[in-house]
C-alpha cells in the first residue's frame, strides 16, 4: 500500500538502513546527516511531495519528489527502498495521479531495482556523474574577464544558455536565494556561464558552458576560480560525466577530487 506522508521522523532509521547500502545509497546528498535532516523537512514544503510504501504494515519504500505544478514536472529526490514492488507500486501512482507530465529520476547506478523499471518503460538516461569534492583549490586572482550577473547581460546570458534541462536561464534568474550567475565577458558580449548554487553548505556549479568559438582561452577556469572564491568558506562538490577527461582533469586542476562509490545517474520518463 502506498500513501502520503505528512511526518517523517519515524522513518529515519530505515531511511539510514537503505542509504547504507552501497547500491541504495543517495550519493547527491554529502551525509546521512543532510539526508536526514532534508527528509524531516519534505513534508513541511509546500512543492514536495512524501510516499510511504508498506507491506503487512511494515514500511518498505521511502520516496520523496519534487513537484513542479505549473511546469507539469516531477524530480525524484529521493528513491529509499530495496523493494521491486514498491518501485512498481509507486510508478503506477505516479502514472495514474500525473499522466503527461515529465519526471526526472536522480539515483545510485547501482540501484538496479529502479534502473531495470525505467528502462522497460522506455526511460532515457543521461551519462552516470562522477562526483567530485573540492578538498583544495587553486590561488585566486582576479580576471576582469569575469562578472557577476546583472540585467544588462539578460540577452546575451540567455542567448546562449543550455535549453533542454530543468533550470533554464529563466528558472535560474527567477531563483536568485539559490543561485549565483558568473558570466565571461569578450569585448562586452556573453561568451560563458556558471549557473552555481550558494544556500547550501555545500555548494554546486549546476551547469558550465563556454561558447565554442571562444574555448581555450582560459574562461571556464576563470568562471571556476571565482565561483571557488566567492564561495568560501563554504564547501563545494559538482558532477561530470565519467566519460569527461577533459573537463575532469580541469577540475582536479582547480583543488577537486574524485570521490568514488558516490556517482549518479538521471533517467527521463514521460508518465
Not at 26 to 46: F, I, M
Not at 127 to 153: C, F, H, N, W
Not at 203 to 222: I, Q
Amino acid at each position: 500500500m502506498l500513501k502520503v506522508l505528512s511526518n517523517t521522523a519515524e522513518y529515519i532509521d530505515f531511511a539510514d538502513e537503505i542509504n547504507s547500502s552501497s547500491d541504495f545509497s543517495l550519493p547527491v546528498y554529502s551525509s546521512a546527516e543532510e539526508l536526514n535532516q532534508r527528509l524531516l523537512d519534505a513534508p513541511k514544503q509546500h512543492n514536495k511531495l512524501v510516499l510511504g510504501y508498506y507491506e503487512d504494515g511494515t514500511i518498505m519504500g521511502l520516496f520523496v519528489l519534487l513537484v513542479e505544478e505549473q511546469d507539469r514536472y516531477l524530480e525524484m529526490l529521493m528513491p529509499l527502498s530495496r523493494s521491486a514492488t514498491a518501485y512498481g507500486a509507486l510508478l503506477a501512482f505516479l502514472k495514474e495521479r500525473y499522466p503527461g507530465w515529465q519526471c526526472d529520476f536522480v539515483y545510485n547506478p547501482g540501484n538496479y531495482l529502479l534502473h531495470s523499471l525505467l528502462k522497460e518503460n522506455a526511460a532515457e538516461f543521461d551519462t552516470e556523474q562522477q562526483k567530485m569534492v573540492l578538498t583544495g583549490g587553486a590561488a585566486y586572482t582576479d580576471d576582469s574577464r569575469i562578472v557577476l550577473y546583472s540585467p544588462k547581460y539578460r540577452d546575451g546570458y540567455t542567448a546562449i544558455h543550455s535549453t533542454d534541462v530543468y533550470w533554464t536561464a529563466e528558472r535560474v534568474l527567477e531563483a536568485p536565494e539559490r543561485f549565483r550567475v558568473i558570466l565571461a565577458l569578450e569585448a562586452g558580449e556573453v561568451v560563458g556561464y556558471i549557473d552555481v548554487t550558494h544556500n547550501y553548505d555545500e555548494n554546486e556549479p549546476f551547469d558550465v558552458f563556454v561558447k565554442e568559438s571562444h574555448r581555450r582561452r582560459g574562461y571556464a577556469r576563470a568562471m571556476l576560480t571565482k565561483a571557488i572564491e566567492l564561495n568560501r568558506p563554504k564547501a563545494m562538490m559538482l558532477t561530470v560525466n565519467v566519460d569527461n577527461a577533459p573537463a575532469i582533469s580541469l577540475y582536479e586542476s582547480l583543488g577537486f577530487e574524485r570521490v568514488e562509490g558516490q556517482n549518479n545517474i538521471t533517467a527521463h520518463l514521460t508518465l
